[in-house]
């Protein structure tokens, strides 16, 4: 007794491969720097950790000696004013 195959797999479909590029590689492509390459060694860098939760992030930039607090914000410009009155 032979078994069913899924349709895609009996008519031979081709998997798609998706055009997405991970953020090193969309940073790479826009400003042609490595990001994932060491200054120091040339080596390559890799991802340890994602960090979401605040007090994480809190915590190893406390360690790292980092600044914690967020920087001010400048106030807004306003739009440019053409000079009507020259």
Known sequence: M???RPVAEAQGARR????RLDWAGLLKRTFREDVL???????R???????THAP??????VH?????DVPPLAPARG????DFWQ
């Open 64 to 68: 790292l000696k980092l600044p914690t």
């Open 45 to 51: 860098r890799r991802v340890v950790a994602w960090l």
């Open 37 to 43: 390459e060491c200054q120091r060694c040339g080596g």
């Open 56 to 61: 994480a992030v809190r915590q190893v930039l």
């Open 2 to 4: 032979r078994t069913a």
């Open 16 to 19: 798609c491969r998706t055009a």
């Open 79 to 82: 739009p440019p004013q053409p």
